[in-house]
């Protein structure tokens, strides 16, 4: 089974990512690519995708991580109906909300009194 997934290129710090093509089964950095059909910069926010070709490997069944299901929405791909889409109304759960600071009691303000001055 084929898997289109972000392969990362770049500097250190500044990560380029590619849109790989591989065996599903096997690690990222170690599994044989197919083909690239597009790469994705996060810093501006650009996808190049190869749309022909993504759309060939989605069709003989490659299943896209959920970054790219977004990327390829966003370049005009016609996703399949057993590609699972990402659902945006998600609400991320905090955890120890007791612990933020806007939840703690505000603190009580001490008014000094004015220092009495004695004139002779």
């Not at 990362?8 to 849109?19: A, D, E, M, S, T």
């Not at 810093?43 to 490659?62: F, P, R, S, W």
């Not at 299943?63 to 109906?81: E, F």
Request: aromatic share 4%.
């Amino acid at each position: 089974m084929l898997a289109i997934r972000l392969q990362r290129i770049g500097r250190k710090g500044y990560p380029v990512y590619r849109l790989a093509v591989q065996e599903a089964q096997r690690h990222p950095s170690s599994g044989r690519v197919v083909t690239y059909v597009g790469s994705y910069n996060p810093h501006t926010k650009e996808a190049k995708i190869q749309v022909e070709d993504a759309q060939k490997y989605l069709d003989n069944g490659a299943q896209p991580t959920p970054r790219v299901v977004k990327l390829l929405k966003d370049a005009g791909v016609k996703l399949p109906s057993w590609v699972k889409q990402p659902t945006s109304d998600k609400q991320k759960t905090i955890r120890n909300a007791e612990k933020l600071r806007r939840n703690q009691p505000k603190e009580e303000q001490v008014e000094e009194a004015p220092a009495e001055t004695t004139e002779e």
